[in-house]
Each structure stands twice: as structure tokens, then as C-alpha cells.
């Protein structure tokens, strides 16, 4: 494939990973045009662009995935190249063709490599094809309910019934035994038909506990397949993860080698180019391919922070046709890298989604420290969209220093008007078992949905800083002076004991 040259992107998203496409942009000396909705006329994206085009009203579907006004802005604004980033169109193979169609580069892999592995029983046939370990199960989607009872029973209780358009969770249902299967099936059935459009449903046998292990893929458009390494990303809830690290604890040298092959060979096996990521399962010692992510995907600091390297810029350069400049035996992992996700959700209040206006945001920094966020001071969080505020990674010369990194990180990281995960991210930096690095998938769920009490001394401001918040908010409100200061409603325990401040208790104490 010849070279194209790049000078213009339009970036197909929003949020921090919009706000993180377009920093590779700048670095790389290229032109970003954001879109955005008229619920985002004043977003962080929108801002940092060098031009930016309304697309349409708050709903995604009228906006952030309407195909047709965004490549309507990408050929007015004159784009060489669209940057999907990822959830929204990213995974759409139409919308990666029709991109191609009117002459502009996609910067992500071929439709063709998305179609397959968004099709979970092709991806597993294809993988079974070219030695790629998948879980024991069927190769095709299932007939009927007589067929889901006898391959359940061939492959032995328990199963997994997943849908074929599925991923990522939906549509899923663990059968214990034989009786449970045809409720189970019919249940799955009618969940993937509404969820996808396609019923579709196939069996796995269910792995108990476990761990959840990725690995980043760059491939270029002339044949060379490389891997970055893994990510474990155990720490997650409901399918979300939470938090992601880079390398993972549990890999020996010869099993990440034997891991890493193996997603070069499902990529290769695939026509795949451009970032990527294999997912595994790994129980004990047995790693089974689970699926292929055919994006960049929101965990990739972790990985960028191990090795050095600029995904972005790195999917630019591949999207313009230019080689890999290294080889595998280039590509060393350094240090240890720890990413916590955060989010606008109460994780006092069962991670109920928190929308508002952020009055306040102080960002972590210092030594180790990266902040990608999306949002600042102003911002409006509304329920239209992910409520992903920001990512933190914390980076360290060992998994112990990343931890402690982290730790302080979280402490300093100050937002207010929504609330947020950070007070859960504090409680897994501190809980032993992620520590000691012994937990599975099902982490979140043993250890923390039945003690909710482990977030009670999280997350709580000192009374100094709350004191010179409170006086703050005071000065801005520029109030009576012996009126008393409330802070936002919905504050963290330790502040609600400020609620009612005069401004003589706020200054100078
Ligand atoms: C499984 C599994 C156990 N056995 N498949 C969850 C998301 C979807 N992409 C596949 N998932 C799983 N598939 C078999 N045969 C357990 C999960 C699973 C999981 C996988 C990765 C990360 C987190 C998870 C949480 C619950 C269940």
C-alpha cells in the first residue's frame, strides 16, 4: 500500500478520549476538528480542537453516531483521515466502509477484520483454524433448544450461553445443569434479538474465577504483526472495568511469550491493521482467546506508559501507510503501570450514575503521574453520555511503587458537584488482595458488593482542605457574612460535617 500523506483528522468522538486523540494530533503536527452536540458546545474536546462542527442534538443517535452528519464534517472541513476512538461508531464496519467511500483514510483496521471478529463464532472458528486456544465449545450458533440441551451436555456443567454479536457481556447466562438450559437459551435468545438485532447464541464451558488478560497488537499495512505486551484488567463491575494494569502479576516470561504469539497469530489470522487487542481468559495456567477488541481501547495508557510509545501517534502513522520502525525483540516493557478509571457514579450508592455541574476539579500531578481527562471546572455531566470523567495511571519501577503512586494520586485528585469513583479506587489500592496481586473477575463482586462499609473512611477531604473549600465556595457566593456556608449537597461524610460554617470559622484556621 502506497503512502498517504495526513495533515488533517476528524475525531468521531468525544470526552477524554477525544481530548487524548487530538493531543496526538498536535504532537504530530496535524490539524484535529472535533464534532461535536449541542449538549457540547462547550467541552474540553471541542476547545482543545483547532476547528470544530455541531453534529447535532444531545442523543447520541442524533449526533455521536449519525454517520452521515460526521462525514458531512469531515469533507466540508476538508479531513484526510477520521479517528473513530472508541464505544460509538469505532466497531461499525458500515461506517468504516463508508468513511473509505468517500475517500478518506480510517484510522482503525479493515471492515472486513472488524466484521469477522465482531462476529464471536466466526472469530472462534478462525481462531480453532489457526491454533489459537478457545474455551471447549460449539463452532456454530445453535439450532434450536434441543441442540443447546445436548452440546451443553457434551461440553460438560457448567456453561456459558453467549450471543454471537455479543461481547462484552450482554446476552450472556451460566447454566448449572441440564434443566436450566432451555430457559436459559430462550432468555439469551430474546436478550441478544433486542440487544443486537441477532439472535444468535452459542456455548461455552464456564471458567470459574478467571483473570482477565489482554494484549495490545500493532499491525501495518505491509504484513508486520507486533504485540505491546498485556494488560490485566480483572478489576471490573458489571462487564466495566475499573481498573487496569500493565504488566500483569501473574504471567512467567515464557507463558507472556507464548500469549503474546498467540495474539499475533489471531491478529494475522484476521487481515487485521492498526491498534488492536486480543483478549484471554487465563485459568491457572490455560490462557483461551475470548475476543478481539478491533479499537483503541480506553485502558491503552497502561500500556503506552510500559513501553514508551504514543498509540495514537502510532495509529496515525500506520493509518498514512508508513512501517513498523521496530521489531518484537525491540519492544521492552519498563516499570509497572496502574490506571484507575473516574467515573461520574456514587460507589456509595450502588455506582449510580452522579450528573451536574463539576464546580470544582483538582487534577492529581506530580512525579509518575498522568491524568487524561476530559472534563474540567464548569463542565456539565450529563446523562446522554459514558460518565467517564478521567483516567489516572500512575507509573512505578515496580508494581509497589505504582500502588503507593496511586495512592497519593487519589488522595490529592479533588472533584466536586458530581461524585465519583475515586473513594472506590482508594478502598482497591488499599484492600490486600489486590495488593498481594490475588484476584480474579470476580474481585469486585466477593470483596466489595456485600461490605460496602469498606468505602466509609474513603475519599474524605482533611479539614483543612475542607476548610479552604468552604471559604472558597463562600468568597465566590460573596454572601452575608454571618450567613453559613453550605457546601454542595451530595458532599462526602467529612465534608457534610462543614455544612455549616461562618465565614469567620472557614479563614484562618
Ligand atoms: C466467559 C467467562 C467464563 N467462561 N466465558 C464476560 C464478558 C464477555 N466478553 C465474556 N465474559 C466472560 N466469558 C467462559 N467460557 C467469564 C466471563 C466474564 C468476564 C470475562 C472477562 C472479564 C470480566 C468478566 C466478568 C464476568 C464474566
Redesign the pocket.
Known sequence: MSNRKISKILIANRGEIAVRIIRGCRESGITAVAVYSEADVLALHVRFADEAYEIGPAPSRESYLNQEKIIDAAKKSGADAVHPGYGFLAENPEFAQRVQQAGIIFIGPPPEAMRLMGDKTAARQRMLEVGVPV?P?TDEALKDEQEAVAIAQEVGFPV?L?AAA????KG?RVVEEKDGVVSAFRAAKSEAESAFGDGRIYV????KG?R?IEFQILADSHGNVIHLGERE??I?RR?QKIIEEAPSCVLTDDLRQEMGEAAVKAAKACGYENAGTI?F?LDKQNF?F??MNTRLQVEHPVTEMVTGLDLVKEQIRIAAGEKLPYKQRDIKISGHAIECRIYAEDPRNNFLPSTGRITHLVPAAGPGIRDDNGFCAGSEVSVYYDPLLAKLIAWGRDRKEAIMRMRRALREYQVYGVETSIPFCQMVMQHEGFVSGEFD??FVEQEFLHRPDLLDCMGELPEKEAAILAATIFHHQNQDRNRPVALEPGSNKKISSWKLIGREQCLGK
Open positions: 474455551v465449545g456459558l453467549k455479543g461481547g462484552g457481556g450472556m461455552e464451558k464456564y471458567l478467571p482477565h484488567c480483572s471490573q462487564h483478549e481468559m483461551y475470548l475476543e473477575t470476580h
